[in-house]
């Protein structure tokens, strides 16, 4: 039987042959927490949907290795019958969301592997509009002027996360610097690598796929930093 393409607004625990369309937006690090499992996160949406529909992966241990290179970041893939889980819901977004998981009968097909690799897209923080939505990402370039201690929030749920605020500027900014705010292992290990560094020299970071916020204004959390 002929698969036909599927929204991914109407996948479910009970979707079983299926397939979709789907741009790799975001792909994370991968991450090493003490005693627990290696683990990435992937969001995926569907390619030319207009509505922006997004469904998230998490890879643990071996798939972090196994789909290096399978999957790549902006680019666009054919992804047929991979199981339907529902998110915890303490980690869900809305209530009922789901993720996308790869089993035996999955089947990846990348739709071009001759387009090369996708190179970030820097703006400038100036240019980085004010009425952004919240499906939106940023690729920014600036230079570390200010990185707080880490301080923790606690979600509605009771779950207790880690943030730590970095405040950069770059030529456009004048006087004005932007608050990025980094949460969970972004806010422990990878900042780590910068906390020396920006009090000493003129520190330049790459901070890919920045998530607009509202709060004390303009505000991002970075999906992933170089």
């Not at 929204?7 to 397939?19: D, H, W």
């Not at 003129?202 to 998530?211: D, I, R």
Request: net charge positive.
């Amino acid at each position: 039987m002929k698969l036909e393409y599927t929204p991914l607004n109407k996948l479910s625990p009970i979707s079983k042959a299926y397939k979709v369309r789907v741009n790799l937006k975001e792909k994370s690090p991968i991450r090493a927490p003490p005693n627990k499992k290696r683990f990435q996160k992937l969001v995926f949406e569907v390619f030319e949907d207009e509505e922006g529909n997004n469904m998230k992966a998490t890879l643990f241990g071996d798939e972090c290795d196994h789909f290096k290179k399978v999957f790549e970041h902006k680019k666009k893939y054919e992804i047929a019958n991979a199981p339907v889980r529902t998110i915890n819901p303490k980690f869900s977004s809305f209530p009922g969301e789901c993720k996308l998981t790869f089993g035996g009968m999955t089947k990846i097909q990348a739709i071009d592997r001759t387009e090369g690799p996708v190179l970030h897209e820097y703006i400038s923080i100036a240019d980085v509009p004010r009425t952004s939505g919240p499906s939106h990402r940023f690729d920014l370039l600036g230079i570390v002027v200010h990185m707080e201690d880490i301080r923790q929030v606690e979600y509605k749920s009771g779950r207790v996360a880690d943030v730590r605020d970095i405040i950069i500027i770059d030529e456009s900014t004048g006087s004005r610097p932007l608050i990025i705010s980094a949460w969970g292992q972004l806010a422990l290990s990878d900042c780590e690598k910068l906390k020396d560094d920006w009090t000493s020299t003129f520190l330049v970071v790459s901070l890919t796929s920045l998530k607009p916020a509202s709060h004390r204004g303009t505000l991002f959390s970075p999906f992933a930093t170089v």
